[in-house]
């Protein structure tokens, strides 16, 4: 009995393990992993021009945030 409960395990393991290898797999061959060179040439090249209009678009939401907690509610 003790040897069939090993057995099933074994199986179980091993084919969930191939089910895991075979997703791994197709996410490597569909690009899933590809993004991380892009996202950090992206950070390490960034013109200032473009550092500076991320930094005026975020303070245009910080205001307009701030003005719509300033409104009173319109009912």
């Known amino acids: 009995m003790m040897n069939d409960i090993l057995l099933m395990m074994l199986i179980v393991g091993v084919v ?3 089910i895991i290898l075979a997703f791994f797999i197709w996410g490597a061959k569909s690009g ?3 993004d ?3 996202m950090m040439g992206g950070l390490l090249f960034d013109s200032t021009e473009d550092l500076n209009d991320a930094v005026k678009k975020e303070e245009k939401v910080k205001k307009a945030k701030e003005n ?3 409104e009173p509610s319109k009912k």
């Open 32 to 34: 899933q992993f590809d």
């Open 68 to 70: 719509k907690k300033s």
């Open 36 to 38: 991380s060179k892009k």
């Open 16 to 18: 969930v393990s191939f």
